[in-house]
């Protein structure tokens, strides 16, 4: 659809596209809101029509973030490990959420839309902690007016620059099309690249879960390091003698653990790759024997209840 086709549909039914775009966009799926809040703000005839627009902003929003708190509810981190192996760093992508959920508590669903990743994976961890939901809906609907007023807010103030923009676009639609097009294809080829490196990155010395439980075994001296998200711990049980760490606490979790002694460090994420992300900070960091558990918790909690 050219720009100016776009601008009439907004013209006819802004409050309608509006709410589509942005339930389509909160529901995970690639339909970018931004630009279109951007050109509604710029056509709005009134305040008065600003404001319904903006209303049909929030609408669409809590209704969306509203059906992904149920599904965490339900479904708990499961979900989140669905959503977070489509990001470029899947291993860190549910503890590094949840850090920055219970860091910032109900702030955190205010700021949420601003955050690239955060805002598909903030509603339904608000769902697995049991965040009472008249709290979330609140925050959830103060985080919407802010992100799409904002949005609103500039086009409205920057109208006629928008605008130009627009018949500029029009003008030479070939070419605009050819940006986008290649825009689209540059994005997942850049995801792919970064995956790639991560899975080079994975090319690191492993440990296995029956390795691991012969050393503890023979009582000789480790660090086990868990990565997990805490309610994940919760919910599944601590490791007992692990200690329990974060990504942006790292070195802390060491502490004055020998550099020369082994650390091994585990994650309930795909590929391992929150663990292979550790391993690499503290080999970096001087440590010299770190490997990563082959498999994760779900490795672990295999082969200890066979060695039960």
Not at 272 to 293: F, M
Request: one cysteine or more; hydrophobic letters at 50%.
């Amino acid at each position: 659809m050219e720009y100016f086709q776009l601008s009439e549909a907004l013209r006819r039914d802004a409050v309608w596209v509006v709410f589509l775009n942005v339930l389509l966009q909160q529901a995970g799926l690639p339909v970018p809101a931004v630009p279109t809040l951007l050109l509604a703000g710029s056509l709005a005839a009134t305040s008065g029509q600003l404001f319904t627009v903006l209303a049909a902003a929030i609408v669409a929003s809590v209704i969306a973030d509203g059906l992904w708190y149920l599904i965490g509810k339900t479904f708990g981190y499961r979900v989140l490990s669905v959503l977070c192996r489509l990001s470029i760093n899947p291993g860190s992508c549910v503890s590094h959420a949840e850090d920055q959920f219970l860091r910032w508590g109900l702030g955190s669903l205010v700021i949420a839309k601003f955050i690239p990743g955060f805002s598909i994976v903030a509603p339904p961890i608000a769902g697995s902690l049991r965040m009472a939901l008249p709290s979330f809906l609140l925050s959830a609907a103060a985080g919407a007016a802010l992100w799409a007023g904002v949005a609103l807010g500039i086009g409205w103030m920057l109208r006629n620059e928008v605008q130009a923009v627009i018949n500029t676009l029009d003008r030479n639609a070939g070419y605009t099309v050819t940006t986008v097009v290649l825009l689209i294809a540059a994005l997942p080829s850049w995801k792919l690249w970064q995956k790639y490196r991560l899975r080079r990155l994975s090319v690191l010395p492993h440990i296995t879960a029956g390795e691991l439980l012969a050393i503890k075994d023979a009582h000789q001296p480790l660090l086990v390091l868990d990565l997990r998200a805490s309610q994940t711990i919760t919910e599944t049980g601590a490791i007992v003698g692990a200690t329990i760490a974060t990504h942006d606490r790292l070195l802390e979790a060491v502490g004055q653990w020998p550099k020369n002694q082994l650390i091994v460090t585990l994650c309930a994420c795909p590929e391992d790759a929150g663990a292979v992300q550790a391993a690499h900070r503290l080999l970096n960091s001087g440590y010299l024997s770190v490997r990563p558990l082959k498999g994760g918790y779900i490795a672990w909690s295999s082969a200890a209840n066979v060695n039960l």
